[in-house]
């Protein structure tokens, strides 16, 4: 049974449509993603498709002005505001995209020493994982405005790293380090899951994705297109599903480069069938006025009429 799973997930915002007007945008709607204990579950998409809401509404941080709809359930049980209070940084962890989250009043070493597991020592547990993440011993000693965004970025890892926590949600933790820096971030959150941790990993970087993720789930328009177990993404992207994922592997250098033309549709102008159609050389008549649910595709799930 997975530990954590996000069932039909929706999110929308309250926005100004006139000076009198308000109106309700959808951002995320109809999302599914589960992740099994001793599992990476990369998340991956372009900007604006919705990952870090993901993020977000799993660890109940979404702003005023939003709504969610849909089931988020920890270890078989809803996963409500009352729950999430008691689990957030102990069994439940967040590596957050923005490093406004350090707290500027407090050197980094102790931030880090306070998420330390119960019973462990805490100072040795952050003067190891700053080591292993290429930060001075000096860096304990330091308030966030004097690290640069790539010693930040790693200092909110190590903060997740040496929590305990069950289930980490990573929110793109490696924008700024350097590749052998971003692998090396990786292989930590691997060595968790080798240890019985669940991991949500979400990036735009597909190919550090596939170098330790178990499974890749594909965002577009706000909803799940794909999910695919790593090793499909091989070769010209036969075992792949979805045009779009294929359209993603193809894009890459090696793969043959080939951009897809066009862009994600807007939240406010989503099209009536499926979100992929306008951009899809694939797309039939039912395909531009009909919505695909996503459907059980050789080993994986796939939101898509021609999936194969």
């Known amino acids: 049974m997975a530990l954590l799973e996000v069932k039909g997930l929706s999110v929308s915002f309250l926005r100004q449509a006139g000076l009198f007007k308000q109106r309700r945008m959808d951002v995320i709607h109809d999302l599914d993603v589960a992740v099994e ?120 890892a190590s903060t997740a790293l040496i929590s305990g926590a069950r289930l980490i949600v990573a929110d793109e933790p490696t924008p700024g380090l350097n590749e052998e ?48 177990a790593a090793a499909d993404f091989t070769g010209g992207g036969e075992r792949l599903r979805h045009p779009y994922t294929k359209a993603l592997w193809r894009a890459l250098p090696g793969n043959g480069f080939e951009p897809l033309a066009g862009s994600q549709p807007h939240p406010d102008e989503l099209p009536p069938g499926c979100l992929f159609a306008p951009r899809c050389g694939y797309a039939s008549e039912k395909c531009q006025s009909e919505r695909p649910e996503l459907t059980a595709v050789n080993a994986g799930t796939a939101r898509c009429f021609h999936a194969s």
């Not at 990369?42 to 849909?70: D, E, Y």
């Open 181 to 228: 820096a971003a692998r090396e971030t990786a292989r930590q959150f691997r060595e968790l899951a080798d240890g019985g941790c669940a991991v949500l990993f979400i990036t735009h970087d597909i190919r550090l994705a596939l170098s330790f993720a178990d499974r890749i789930v594909v965002l577009y328009g706000g909803t799940v297109m794909e999910n695919a």
């Open 37 to 156: 204990a001793g599992q990476v579950v990369a998340v991956i998409g372009s900007s604006g498709s919705g990952k870090s809401l993901l993020a977000h509404a799993i660890m109940g941080l979404l702003p005023g002005n939003a709504r969610m709809g849909g089931t988020i359930i920890f270890d078989g049980a809803p996963l409500n505001a009352a729950k999430l209070d008691k689990l957030r940084g102990k069994d439940i962890a967040i590596v957050p995209q923005s490093v406004t989250y350090l707290d500027p009043l407090m050197r980094v070493g102790k931030q880090v020493q306070l998420a330390a597991a119960a019973g462990t020592d805490a100072k040795m547990r952050q003067r190891e994982s700053f080591a292993r993440n290429r930060l001075a011993e000096s860096t304990e000693r330091l308030y966030p405005h004097e690290l640069s965004g790539g010693m930040a970025r790693r200092v909110l």
